[in-house]
């Protein structure tokens, strides 16, 4: 099945409209009319070749929601018109411990909704900056959203669950104090889904422009991270701090801000590494510093279900195909609030 789609041929060039093949719908296949898909700061380093191993043509995509058009005859869960979504996640070995306790996502052989190795042409997976896509069913998610609100959910399926598993792992809720640094396409959902939990939020920005935005998202107190006295007030008071920043930076100044046992988890995903964190800070006070990588897919479907009852959704700019290129751009000088979304008709005018 031959599809539009948007990637590139190459590294050092602009995306550009191209045909890609699907393959058609097996047993246990679901076909989805894709509607919209987020553009995440994934696709941008992928795309460009920023992180090893990009296959071209590249087609990124991973925040992927629109219609079932077809299913698979061993099908039952699912039928054409149900609204659906696909995450980061399309494949996984189905057998192993991670597998076996719906953490497909730390599966070894988990296969990623683009540039993962695949039997499909042309040898690996291609993403939602595409007209359809076929996944197995174990990785398809229901919607239960108001369909007004689909476009704003895409984002959900990646910077929804990489903020949601942390925050649910860690335990958020109500008497604890999370902090959530950075308010971008991350930090919003992180900043929406701690207080909906419950939490005493505390947002961390770089920006005074930001600090009435944070707190209309959600957040109780905003603090500038480069103002010592904010920083300092905080000192030895947090429970948990979930760490957004993709671009690396001084992670001492918040882990010292961390309780007795207390955690920070990096869930942003730089092109070069934080500098190393001063040992003192975490042996001192028996604190932890973890990484955290979206979600299994029961945990996905938890957070939207969680997200669908509590009218939670990304705050969203939509653009058209010929827009993506200068939306990289805007992304990565944070001219977006909070995240760029592809409305997946435009692939065809």
């Known amino acids: 099945m031959n599809v539009k789609a948007f990637g590139s041929y190459a590294g050092d060039q602009p995306l550009q409209t191209m045909d890609i093949t699907r393959r058609e719908t097996g047993a246990h296949d679901i076909q989805i009319d894709i509607a919209f898909c987020g553009i995440c700061h994934s696709d941008l380093h992928q795309v460009r070749a920023e992180w090893a191993g990009t296959q071209f043509p590249c087609v990124p995509g991973h925040e992927i929601v629109g219609r079932v058009s077809a299913v698979g005859a061993h099908v039952s869960d699912f039928k054409p018109?149900?609204?659906?979504?696909?995450?980061?996640?399309?494949?996984?070995?189905?057998?192993?411990?991670?597998?076996?306790?719906?953490?497909?996502?730390?599966?070894?052989?988990m296969v990623g909704t683009y540039n993962s190795p695949t039997?499909?042409?042309?040898?690996?997976?291609?993403?939602?900056?595409?007209?359809?896509i076929v996944v197995h069913e174990r990785y398809v998610l229901r919607i239960r959203h108001p369909e007004e609100q689909l476009a704003a959910v895409a984002p959900l399926l990646c910077a929804g669950i990489t903020t949601y598993s942390p925050l649910r792992?860690?335990?958020?809720?109500?008497?604890?104090?999370?902090?959530?640094?950075?308010?971008?396409?991350?930090?919003?959902?992180?900043?929406?889904?701690?207080?909906?939990?419950?939490?005493?939020?505390?947002?961390?920005?770089?920006?005074?422009?930001?600090?009435?935005?944070?707190?209309?998202?959600g957040a109780h107190e905003v603090v500038l991270s480069r103002n010592a006295a904010e920083m300092e007030a905080h000192g030895k008071s947090f429970d948990f701090i979930l760490n957004t920043v993709a671009?690396?930076?001084?992670?001492?100044?918040?882990?010292?801000?961390?309780?007795?046992d207390?955690?920070?988890?990096?869930?942003?995903?730089?092109?070069?590494?934080h500098p190393s964190a001063n040992v003192f800070n975490l042996i001192m006070k028996r604190r932890s510093l973890a990484g955290s990588m979206i979600g299994g897919i029961h945990e996905t479907q938890e957070m939207l279900d969680f997200c669908a009852?509590?009218?939670?959704?990304?705050?969203?700019?939509?653009?058209?195909?010929?827009?993506?290129?200068?939306?990289?751009?805007?992304?990565?000088?944070g001219d977006v609030k909070y995240r760029f979304v592809l409305d997946n008709a435009s692939l065809t005018v």
């Open 262 to 273: 207390g955690t920070m988890a990096l869930v942003g995903a730089p092109a070069t590494p």
């Open 119 to 132: 039997t499909d042409q042309p040898g690996w997976t291609m993403g939602g900056y595409s007209q359809k």
């Open 169 to 217: 792992h860690w335990n958020a809720g109500p008497g604890k104090k999370i902090g959530v640094v950075g308010i971008g396409g991350l930090g919003h959902m992180g900043i929406k889904l701690a207080r909906a939990m419950g939490a005493h939020v505390v947002a961390f920005t770089t920006s005074e422009s930001k600090r009435e935005a944070a707190k209309q998202l």
């Open 309 to 333: 009852e509590h009218g939670i959704v990304a705050d969203i700019e939509m653009v058209r195909a010929n827009q993506i290129n200068e939306s990289y751009e805007r992304m990565l000088k």
């Open 81 to 109: 018109g149900d609204l659906v979504g696909v995450g980061c996640i399309v494949d996984s070995c189905q057998h192993c411990d991670d597998c076996d306790a719906g953490l497909e996502n730390y599966c070894d052989g």
């Open 247 to 260: 671009a690396p930076h001084d992670l001492d100044a918040f882990l010292v801000l961390l309780k007795r």
